[in-house]
């Protein structure tokens, strides 16, 4: 695929996305993310690509939607397009596990980028954000939902309110990223964790993704009765005898994604 804003490469199953827009510090406009969901979904039904890493440059994970592009928009415009839902939506519905290795800044809807992927590896020089306030808006890609959820209340009313910034250390305290690493080290960590994910099996890992997240959008009772449901049925997959056979053999199991 031929790509303007974005790069993407694939090392052994892992398919990695660089955004390249380093003029704009990776400024998410429409065709950036045009670019980014045709990937992902592309990538989500090769099953050569078994895990997705998305990063940005030393720089800049994206300082935010691209505000020069939005900045004429009126209210109809926005409305009209439904502006970002429907990245907001076809991000969401990737099925395959996305890792966001995320050094330099995340800023407004970089940081709501991030936090739409699985999980955020952040280098030590990460700076996440909701910084919109400043520009007369609030955040529009799932940001005052899903910063909420990740750090609590009160810090992501204050990010939203004030769009101050964190710094990767106290989003890591924050449980924002799952884990912070020198920055000279971000992209084989991330590669790292991508391709020991890929090594797993392609159905297992799908329902495992889809269960955590359920965690967000039901009651505990709810959430624990559809874990329950989803785990005895992985002992109807070939994947499971193999995987607990290999167990008791003493050796690396061989997934079939069956
Ligand atoms: N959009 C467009 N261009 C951007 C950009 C952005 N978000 N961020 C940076 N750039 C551009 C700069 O304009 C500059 O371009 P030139 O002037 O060279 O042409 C270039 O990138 C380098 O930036 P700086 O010169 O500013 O670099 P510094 O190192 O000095 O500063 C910075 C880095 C990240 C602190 C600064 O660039 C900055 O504050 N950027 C803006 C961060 C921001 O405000 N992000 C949030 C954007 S708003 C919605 C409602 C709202 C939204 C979405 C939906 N609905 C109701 C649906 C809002 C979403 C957002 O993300």
């Not at 390249?20 to 065709?31: G, S, W």
């Not at 940005?56 to 935010?64: H, N, T």
């Not at 959820?149 to 204050?158: L, N, T």
């Not at 020198?182 to 159905?203: G, N, R, T, Y």
């Amino acid at each position: 695929m031929n790509h303007l804003n974005i790069v993407a490469t694939t090392e052994g199953a892992v398919g990695l996305i660089t955004l390249n827009r380093p003029k704009a510090l990776n400024a998410l406009n429409a065709e950036l993310l045009g670019e980014l969901v045709t990937q992902l979904e592309a990538w989500d039904r090769d099953d050569t690509v078994r895990c997705i890493v998305l990063t940005g440059s030393e720089r800049a994970f994206a300082a935010g939607a691209d505000i020069k592009e939005m900045q004429p928009l009126s209210y109809a415009d926005t409305f009209r397009k439904n502006l970002f839902a429907d990245a907001n939506d076809r991000i969401s519905a990737i099925r395959k596990p996305i890792i966001a290795a995320v050094a330099g800044w995340a800023l407004g809807g970089g940081c709501e980028l991030a936090m739409l992927c699985d999980f955020i590896i952040a280098a030590d020089t990460a700076k996440f954000g909701q910084p919109e306030i400043n520009l007369g808006v609030m955040p529009g890609i799932g940001g005052t939902q899903r910063l909420t959820r990740f750090v609590g209340k009160s810090k992501a009313m204050e990010m939203c309110l004030t769009g101050r910034n964190m710094d990767a250390a106290e989003a890591e305290r924050a449980g924002l990223v799952s884990r912070v690493v020198p920055a000279a080290e971000l992209m084989a960590e991330a590669m790292k964790a991508a391709a020991k994910i890929a090594e797993q099996s392609l159905p297992i890992v799908a329902m495992t993704k889809e269960t955590v997240n359920r965690a967000y959008e039901t009651t505990l009772a709810e959430g624990v009765r559809f874990e329950r449901r989803l785990f005895h049925a992985m002992f109807a997959t070939a994947d499971q005898k193999e995987g607990m056979a290999a167990f008791g053999e003493k050796r690396k199991a061989n997934f079939t994604d069956r």
